[in-house]
């Protein structure tokens, strides 16, 4: 079972450019896109995150189960779902703006324990920006690793919710020693500082750095790189493909038993390759598509 913990929301997506575009509801959120994901490429997956009980959250639960996501780790609240407004660049890439206060996702609270059989625990996005949440979910991570659970980040930047950058890289800093795979775009490492080696040196086993159409890039700690290129395709938004890839890279490491501290290390070049690749076809197909639209399995076979 693979545990993907963190925020769940309702992308505001316009359907055409111009600041009063009609704007299309889409599930959505990082660690949510991830799990549906996982679940869409057959991995046994749950969700860990507190859910509003209007309208978008019961959308956002359906989506969960029609991706055969376990929710019984989702907690609910009266309160309203975060939304998050989307614009789209000519290249296709997204920004947002959010609307946060008050919303059910920020009470999230630190279970008493995960499920049974939990091989790994993905945590990344707003849930570990907006209190008081953020502080469980960093307690969660922290208990995982403690625990020896194999646990993946990808902080996703959203700087506009960052009041304090420098406490907030001060806190991803101290977050490393709990991480055992570390995803993040070249955009997001920039903005972070420090290098795939820095971060290695604190305590992941392996960084994976990905470059839009460019490809993606794995560092290992004893010493390995890897990379390939990027699919091509004609991308329509880049929304949920870093998702994608964070979902592509658990599955690929759980079909390989390699959800251990020495499992990236020990998939060397050729294994890593192929690894990144699948995980370069599956954000290729959500790339191609409109919102975060991940690929199923049966998808990633046939291309």
């Not at 963190?6 to 009609?22: F, N, R, T």
């Not at 279970?111 to 849930?127: E, K």
């Not at 820095?198 to 890039?217: C, F, N």
Request: with cysteine; proline share 7%.
């Amino acid at each position: 079972m693979i545990v993907v913990a963190g925020e769940a929301l309702i992308d505001l997506v316009p359907g055409e450019s111009g600041a009063l575009a009609a704007l299309a509801p889409r599930r959505g959120g990082g660690p949510y896109n991830t799990a549906v994901a996982l679940g869409r490429l057959g991995s046994p997956t749950a969700f860990c995150s507190r859910i509003s009980t209007d309208a978008f959250g019961e959308a956002l639960a359906e989506g969960l189960r029609e991706a055969d996501v376990d929710v019984s780790s989702v907690q609910r609240g009266a309160e309203p779902t975060t939304l998050a407004v989307a614009s789209i660049a000519a290249d296709g890439s997204a920004g947002y703006s959010f609307y946060v206060e008050g919303t059910a996702d920020r009470l999230f609270s630190a279970p008493d324990r995960l499920p049974d059989g939990t091989r790994a625990v993905s945590f990344g996005t707003c849930s570990l920006v907006l209190e008081p949440g953020a502080s469980a979910y960093e307690e969660l991570m922290r208990s995982a690793s403690a625990r020896g659970v194999f646990t993946t980040l990808d902080p996703n930047i959203r700087a506009g919710l960052i009041p304090d950058p420098d406490a907030y890289r001060a806190r991803f800093k101290s977050w490393l020693p709990s991480v055992t795979l570390l995803k993040l775009s070249e955009e997001d490492a920039r903005w972070l500082g420090g290098t795939p080696r820095e971060w290695l040196a604190s305590g992941p086993s392996a960084v994976v750095i990905t470059r839009g159409g460019d490809g993606l890039t794995a560092f290992t700690r004893d010493g390995g790189e890897y990379s390939v290129p990027g699919e091509p395709v004609d991308v329509v938004d880049t929304i949920g493909a870093g998702d994608t890839v964070n979902a592509a890279l658990l599955h690929g490491l759980a079909a390989r038993d390699a959800l251990s501290a020495a499992g990236p290390a020990d998939l060397g070049a050729a294994g890593w390759a192929e690894l990144l690749r699948f995980a370069a076809r599956a954000a290729a197909i959500t790339c191609s598509r409109p919102g975060a639209d991940p690929p199923y399995a049966h998808e990633l076979a046939a291309s």
